[in-house]
């Protein structure tokens, strides 16, 4: 069974930075891309970031630059690190196994002054 656990959120001011984590098990972490995406309210979900199994990345235009995806296979967990936050990078973070259709709760992210 496919379980996700996101970590990492909190209450930043614009121009700081996060460190999102994600903890995963049922599956083989080695073998799955992995992805963010970020839903902030009245809005739909959109992705942020991903990662292949072979280490290649791609990042949605809004956060290139600014957002840094990582994995560790030996931990099973992939990370977000977000530098230079703006207020419209607010939003509930997830996880997600790329082509399995399942969410973990989410990390709140805030960018306010």
């Known amino acids: 069974q496919v379980q996700l656990v996101e970590s990492g959120g909190g209450l930043v001011q614009p121009g700081g930075s996060l460190r999102l984590s994600c903890a995963t098990s049922g599956f083989t972490f080695s073998s799955a891309g992995m992805s963010w995406y970020r839903q902030a309210p009245g809005k739909e979900r959109e992705l942020v970031a991903l990662?292949?199994?072979?280490?290649?990345?791609f990042y949605a235009d809004s956060v290139k630059g600014r957002f840094t995806i990582s994995r560790d296979n030996a931990k099973n967990a992939t990370y977000l690190q977000m530098n230079n936050l703006k207020p419209y990078d607010t939003a509930v973070y997830y996880c997600n196994v790329i082509g399995i259709a399942k969410w973990g709760q989410g990390t709140q992210v805030t960018v306010s002054s």
């Open positions: 990662i292949r199994s072979d280490g290649s990345t």
